[in-house]
Structures are given as structure tokens and as C-alpha cells.
């Protein structure tokens, strides 16, 4: 696709609901990143996988948060029994390859816990 | 320490001004910096990246990047009430597997 897409991009879950957040990276794109931005503050490091590799997971706030690749392509951001504290904004950024390139945001995914 | 520091403001210039904004990192091995633009509401756009010490312009824009102190900043000249927005720095951390991290943004208000 022309950029990176981000489904659903409201969700509003009851506490205690498990919830799955799909990413569509650009086409090609090697590197994914997911993020979780609270308001008024900069975008959290969640999460990061290199094609279908998870290579880092240390953002990951507790293990109710899960996050696959399966195919190198779309990614899925899952959390389980999710809790008020969860409420924020979700971002997945791809970039083409690993290391020294800019990587591209989708829209986001505002997730609201009542 | 963060990794990514910045100064969360609010800055506010005039319109016409230069706006400064500026950033530190901790891990030295970073070789890779962005700035990216956000809007309230919507999702951070890539404006700058710098990767090699020194300045790089594009149109209004100067990234600088003095990689013995780690330290980044944007330059925007001729600043206009459509750059109001908040300003991310972010940097690619070689050491910890080449994660991309942000910092928490400088709000930049520019005043007609």
C-alpha cells in the first residue's frame, strides 16, 4: 500500500476485554515498530521486529501485552485483560530496512478502556 | 537518564523568528537521528534525518548534529503559525539492537 496502515483506529474496550490492534506495514518494509504515546507525551517504545524476528520486546508493560509478525509482513499488537492504564494512543511505524533509515508512521490507534 | 532528552516547553516565538529546538542522547554508538512533526491529534510525520556530524539543510529546516557532545537540534527559520506543532527528536540505538526511540517532544507555539 501507499503507507502504513493501522486498524481499527478507535476501539473502545470494556476493562477486562482482550483486544487486537492490526498494522500494515508500506509493502517491503524490512523493519516494524509498535508505540504507545500518552497525551502530551512522546511515543513509548513498545516493541520492534525485523521481518517476521522479534528483536526487541523489553517496552512491553506486562505480559498482557503480545505482539506478532507471523509472515514479515502485518503485525498484530494484542492485550489481554486490558486495564484503564492502557488507554492511549497505539503507533506502528515500518522503515525498509534495519538500522540507519527513517521509518514512517500509520495513523494510529486511539484504544479507550472504560 | 532517558535515552532521548528534550526540553517539553512550550516554546513560543513570533512569526518571521528562527525557532530552536534541541535534543541530547545518551548511547554514543547512535549513528541515526529524525526529527518528526506532530500534530495534535494525528501521527508523527518525518520531517529531518541527519546521520553524519555538522548541519543539513532542507528549505526552512536545519538538522544539526554534534555527535562528541550527543546532541541534536532543529533550526526553522522564517517560522509561520503552521508550524505550531509538537516537535519529536528521535535517534536509531545501535548499542541496545537498533531500536528506535523518541523523546517527549518540544511543544512549538509560533504567534502571528
Known amino acids: 500500500g501507499a503507507g502504513v496502515s493501522q486498524s481499527p483506529r478507535y476501539k473502545v474496550a470494556k476493562r477486562g476485554q482482550d483486544v487486537a490492534l492490526r498494522c500494515d506495514p508500506i509493502?517491503?518494509?524490512?523493519?516494524l515498530f509498535w508505540y504507545q504515546q500518552a497525551l502530551g507525551q512522546g511515543p513509548e517504545f513498545l516493541t520492534y521486529?525485523?521481518?517476521?524476528?522479534?528483536?526487541?520486546k523489553s517496552g512491553l508493560p506486562s505480559d498482557r501485552f503480545f505482539a506478532e509478525r507471523p509472515e514479515g509482513s502485518v503485525s498484530t499488537l494484542k492485550i489481554q485483560r486490558t486495564q484503564q492504564e492502557d488507554s492511549a494512543v497505539y503507533l506502528c511505524?515500518?522503515?525498509?530496512?534495519?538500522?540507519?533509515?527513517?521509518?514512517?508512521f500509520g495513523q494510529g490507534t486511539r484504544l479507550t478502556v472504560v | 537518564q532517558k535515552e532521548v532528552e528534550q526540553n517539553s516547553g512550550p516554546l513560543s516565538v513570533p512569526e518571521g523568528a528562527i525557532a530552536s529546538l534541541n535534543c541530547t542522547y545518551s548511547?554514543?554508538?547512535?549513528?541515526?537521528f529524525f526529527w518528526y512533526r506532530q500534530y495534535s491529534g494525528k501521527s508523527p510525520e518525518l520531517i529531518m534525518s541527519?546521520?553524519?556530524?555538522g548541519d543539513k539543510e532542507d528549505g526552512r529546516f536545519t538538522a544539526q548534529l554534534n555527535k562528541a557532545s550527543q546532541y541534536v537540534s532543529l533550526l526553522i527559520r522564517d517560522s509561520q503559525p503552521s508550524d505550531s506543532a509538537t516537535y519529536l527528536c528521535?535517534?536509531?540505538?545501535?548499542?541496545?539492537?537498533?531500536?528506535?526511540?523518541f523523546g517527549q517532544g518540544t511543544e512549538l507555539s509560533v504567534k502571528p
Open positions: 511505524a515500518s522503515s525498509p530496512r534495519q538500522g540507519n533509515t527513517e521509518a514512517f
Open positions: 509493502s517491503g518494509h524490512v523493519s
Open positions: 521486529f525485523q521481518n517476521e524476528a522479534q528483536l526487541d
Open positions: 548511547d554514543r554508538g547512535s549513528q541515526s
Open positions: 541527519i546521520y553524519s556530524n
Open positions: 528521535a535517534a536509531i540505538l545501535y548499542n541496545q539492537g537498533g531500536k528506535l526511540i
